[in-house]
């Protein structure tokens, strides 16, 4: 079952990040005007990162042309900080190599300019509750990739190291439902855990498996098959 926004009584705090002011400000304003909370805004990547820690929004809608900082940086650095925040790039490109390092920067979704405003409404609601969004055409082209990366033989290692750490249970657990897709919500619902503690056994996962995102922690488990579990 899709999770929703249906039925919460606040509205979802969003933060625009783009270099040219009319075109932040409108997308902003339209936002505001449907009933989305715009907590900032930031026209560079150094400002981004700032004013996202600050302003604590649950949705980033995020340029990758910034100056100073990247956009795929920004994402990787506001991910980083809070594993709960979702990023939704918003971007004139639609160049296959720039949807794949945003997606492995940690980026939700992916929408391009040429977007209706009631696709960005509808792709900033589906990306708050941790749906995938991409626009038409590039969604198969990610989880191509996945399946790709999964294919391919792992790195040979050297001998002297050591085994790769073993994850408890409840930790296998909460990484086959990553890897099939679920926002943190949904599988503290179906754990029966809190939100909180689903966000610790990522987060401990990520740090005993050496990984720096939950887009390499999908590839993990689709490499083993845990997805299809």
């Known amino acids: 079952m899709t999770e929703t926004t249906e039925g919460r009584r606040d509205p979802i705090k969003v933060m625009v990040v783009d270099d040219h002011p009319m075109w932040r400000d409108a997308v902003a304003r339209d936002l505001a005007e449907s009933g989305f909370e715009v907590v900032a805004t930031a026209g560079d990547g150094d400002q981004a990162v700032r004013r996202a820690k600050a302003a604590a929004p649950e949705v980033l809608v995020l340029d990758l ?69 991409f626009t038409p055409g590039l969604a198969g082209l990610v989880l191509g990739e996945y399946r790709r990366l999964a294919s391919e033989p792992a790195p040979a290692q050297d001998t002297g190291e050591p085994k790769a750490p073993r994850l408890t249970d409840r930790e296998t657990e909460v990484l086959r439902l990553v890897a099939k897709g679920l926002s943190y919500k949904q599988i503290a619902e179906r754990l029966v855990i809190s939100h909180r503690t689903v966000q610790n056994h990522v987060q401990n996962t990520l740090g005993k498996l050496q990984l720096h995102n939950r887009v390499e922690l999908v590839r993990y488990a689709i490499e083993r098959g845990l997805d299809d579990e």
């Open 65 to 133: 042309n910034l100056p100073g900082k990247p956009g795929v940086q920004v994402c990787k650095e506001v991910v980083a900080a809070d594993p709960a925040l979702r990023v939704l790039v918003l971007s004139a490109s639609g160049e296959h190599a720039d949807v794949l390092e945003a997606v492995k920067s940690g980026a939700t979704g992916y929408l391009l300019k040429s977007a209706s405003t009631e696709e960005l409404q509808d792709a900033v609601r589906r990306t708050a509750v941790g749906d995938p969004v």
